[in-house]
């Protein structure tokens, strides 16, 4: 079976610092790795995923992850945090589509 | 990109109630939708997955008769609340997989959740 682990579940950054969001994933076959973000009272938006091409991965409003398998990790990055970014982060893993493995999720808070 | 709609976003009922939640697909087909709850400040709980012409497949722990699913058609399962009672209250979210992979078949699209407050 697959899992993942978000360190952390609640980090703090200044407005215009480094966003850094930890995941790590077990699985014993090749995985597709999802980041969502989750406003209050809202579904999840994928920001970006990861399926097997680049390691790098570009995502929506700034944010990218870089996958690592010698780590088993795929942190989440963004150069500059926004106030807007403030919000809960999920990341996810899945083998087969069927079954989607979600981790506890990171609450970021952005400090003016 | 893909959308997933889900109705009603917030709904109040009396306890002893039912209450109905849907969850459509706007621009994809999917043979599999899946329902989550989250209590505050936790991450998601998977319900059950809703699998397009037959039963679904309810995670342990997760009553069947409580939680009524149907998805009988490629763009559109429910969620049944059936006799809910003030425990129930939470928040429901339905996603579905785009099963033709034009939007990536391994990709989860969310819907944008249902607060159900049951008196």
């Known amino acids: 079976a697959q899992s993942v682990t978000q360190l952390g579940s609640h980090v703090s950054v200044s407005e215009g610092a480094l966003v850094l969001l930890r995941c790590n994933y077990s699985?014993?076959?090749?995985?597709?790795l999802f980041w969502y973000v989750q406003y209050p009272n809202q579904g999840l938006q994928l920001l970006l995923k990861?399926?097997?091409?680049?390691?790098l991965v570009k995502g929506i409003n700034g944010f990218e992850a870089e996958f690592k398998k010698s780590e088993t990790s795929f942190h989440l990055t963004k150069p500059s945090a926004h106030m807007s970014d403030a919000a809960e982060y999920f990341c996810?893993?899945?083998?087969?589509?069927?079954?989607?493995?979600f981790g506890t999720g990171t609450s970021l808070t952005v400090i003016p | 990109g893909a959308v997933v709609s889900q109705h009603p976003s917030r709904v109040i009922c009396k306890s002893g109630t039912s209450v109905k939640i849907e969850c459509r697909s706007l621009d994809f087909q999917a043979t599999t939708m899946f329902w989550y709850r989250q209590f505050p400040k936790q991450s998601l709980m998977l319900m059950a997955t809703s699998n397009e012409g037959s039963k679904a497949t309810y995670e342990q722990g997760v009553e069947k008769d409580k939680f009524l699913i149907n998805h009988a058609s490629l763009t559109l399962s429910t969620l049944t609340v059936t006799s809910a009672h003030p425990e129930d209250s939470s928040f429901y979210i339905c996603?579905?997989?785009?099963?033709?992979?034009?939007?990536?078949?391994?990709?989860?699209?969310f819907g944008a959740g249902s607060r159900l407050t049951v008196l």
């Open positions: 996603s579905a997989r785009d099963s033709g992979g034009y939007f990536g078949a391994n990709v989860l699209t």
């Open positions: 996810a893993v899945t083998v087969t589509g069927n079954q989607f493995y």
């Open positions: 699985s014993s076959v090749p995985p597709y």
């Open positions: 990861y399926t097997s091409a680049a390691t």
